[in-house]
């Protein structure tokens, strides 16, 4: 193996660890999202079925990655992070390798840094369903590169709409590539007219996305569950984005105020540079190629669907990283096509592409001092951590006791080991268009049959909800502007009067309440 190889593997290797730096599981808690998805894995395991015991808005493939993580990791995080590197790692290498079929080593490999800053940026501690999608996205890329000059490639875009398919299991929003893709196509043979290609193209790559989703139904469909997994996945998140009342930029927030910012105004600028240079080879020589017309397409419609809904999530712009890893890579490339043109004349350029993956594998080593100073610290009981308040909970109950938190948090269910009493744990944080009086129903008979034994009130966390505790929520209700940010529902009064009528404070830890279920 030439050493250039081995130094591109070792720096996308730290650079996977970079990523994936706040998702150690030695050192910190998961994120909410993150955490909920390790709680729905765990509840797999348990024998719980998606949608039916447990409830979320996202596509069923999240809760099995992260069974299979815990399954690998005997319940143990670790076992959902080491996927997680493999996902990223093996999404990093098959992106390098799609991006030096058309661009210089050193372009690419730059590209792929600022994609990788850019994602450590949004991924935060991780464990997303965007974060998932990408490696089955970028190996759809490669497959439609690989299919503009392959005779045989009908199964080429096949498999192109069933990875799609897959990404889609994960979050509706993840098929940008696939979108702009049945964009490119048909605009590409208008040119050359062959509507007979163009129509067997896209029919490929639907049936391949239609069989990859249809093995989600029928697989529900034996649990008799495919109509809420439809609903949940799907037809909810239509109602999820519309409720928003959206500012008039909104589409725009990526590129204006979101944690990956600055990476995609790089991006923005590589894609500016391509459209340009592509009409200018148009113009003149009247000639395009599908992957031009994909490229033109593809940031836009990024940028269209993380926007829909007009919440401003970080995570929302993972999906952004391969976009941003491409368009750098343009960028860079221009770069250098005009400025080193005379220097890689008078030296031999394979001796000087070195320099670049020595030198951005020597900033990756310096660049990880979060993990070096952490290291430094006491590592924590079986290398996993663990939190003050999911300590007290599981030991002061038992295995089987029902454990409910207001300002949902199954984070904390997850880590203490103890199951929620109700199927639509985010119950209080659901916008009033998108909450149906079933889902409000359904928490409050939970909550008032199941009678959990805990209950652990967070809400002076983020003050999204009113607490439980009468003279907390006054405290609330009395700091100006507060009260008219909360989520605040008609059925909420039914729980306060059931807290109030059958729990006691037992203690607190930081700032949660811990209720406990009168004898």
């Known amino acids: ?37 390790l709680y729905a894995g765990q509840q797999i395991l348990d024998g719980k079925i998606p949608y039916q015991d447990f409830w979320d808005s996202k596509g069923p ?11 690998l990791g005997n319940g143990s995080r670790w076992g959902v992070w080491v996927v997680e590197f493999i996902f990223i790692f093996a999404m990093f290498l098959i992106l390098y390798r799609t991006l030096i079929k058309y661009w210089m080593l050193d372009s690419a490999l730059l590209g792929i840094f600022i994609a990788g800053l850019a994602l450590k940026s949004v991924l935060g501690y991780g464990n997303f369903t965007e974060e998932y999608s990408l490696l089955f996205n970028v190996i759809a890329i490669l497959l439609f590169v690989l299919a503009e000059n392959q005779p045989k490639k009908l199964w080429m875009y096949f498999a192109i709409g069933a990875l799609f398919g897959l990404s889609f299991s994960f979050r509706a929003n993840n098929i940008g590539g696939m979108i702009a893709m049945l964009m490119a196509i048909p605009v590409y043979f208008l040119f050359s007219r062959n509507w007979q290609e163009t129509v067997k193209n896209i029919f490929y790559i639907l049936a391949g996305f239609l069989v990859s989703l249809l093995i989600w139904v029928v697989y529900f469909s034996f649990l008799n569950t495919v109509d809420e997994m439809i609903y949940a996945s799907i037809t909810f998140n239509f109602s999820y984005s519309s409720a928003k009342d959206k500012e008039g930029a909104y589409l725009f927030n990526g590129l204006i105020k979101s944690g990956v910012i600055w990476y995609a105004r790089i991006a923005l600028l590589g894609w500016l540079v391509f459209t340009v240079q592509t009409l200018y080879t148009f113009v003149r020589q009247r000639q395009i190629t599908v992957l031009g017309l994909y490229l033109l397409l593809w940031f836009p419609v990024e940028i269209l669907l993380s926007n829909l809904s007009g919440r401003n999530f970080n995570h929302y712009y993972i999906s952004w990283t391969l976009a941003i890893a491409f368009y750098c890579t343009i960028l860079f490339s221009a770069f250098a096509q005009l400025f080193f043109n005379a220097f890689s004349q008078r030296f031999k350029f394979q001796k000087i592409q070195l320099f670049v993956p020595i030198t951005l594998t020597l900033i990756l080593i310096l660049a990880l001092p979060t993990t070096n100073l952490r290291l430094m610290r006491d590592i924590p009981e079986n290398a996993e951590y663990t ?91 009395n700091t100006p502007g507060l009260r008219r940010k909360m989520y605040i529902h008609d059925g909420m009064e039914i729980i306060f009067d059931f807290v109030k009528s059958n729990y006691h404070i037992e203690t607190k830890i930081n700032k949660c309440i811990i209720f406990r279920l009168n004898q």
């Not at 250039?4 to 720096?11: S, T």
């Not at 493939?61 to 399954?71: D, E, K, T």
């Open 61 to 71: 493939a999240i809760f099995y990655v992260n069974a299979l993580g815990l399954l």
């Open 387 to 477: 939190d003050a308040l999911s300590t007290y909970i599981e030991t002061n109950t038992q295995p089987d006791d029902l454990v409910l938190t207001w300002y949902s948090d199954a984070t904390i269910n997850f880590m203490a080991k103890r199951t929620s009493p109700v199927k639509y744990i985010y119950y209080p944080l659901f916008l009033k268009d998108s909450l149906t009086q079933e889902i409000e129903n359904s928490y409050i008979e939970d909550v008032t049959t199941k009678r959990p034994e805990l209950i652990i009130d967070c809400a002076r966390e983020v003050d999204a909800v009113p607490s439980l505790d009468p003279e907390t929520k006054k405290v609330q209700f």
């Open 1 to 37: 193996m030439k050493i250039k190889n081995i130094l591109v593997y070792i720096f996308l290797f730290l650079l996977t660890f970079l990523v994936l730096d706040l998702a150690n599981p030695m050192f910190d808690r998961p994120s909410r999202d993150g955490g909920f998805f």
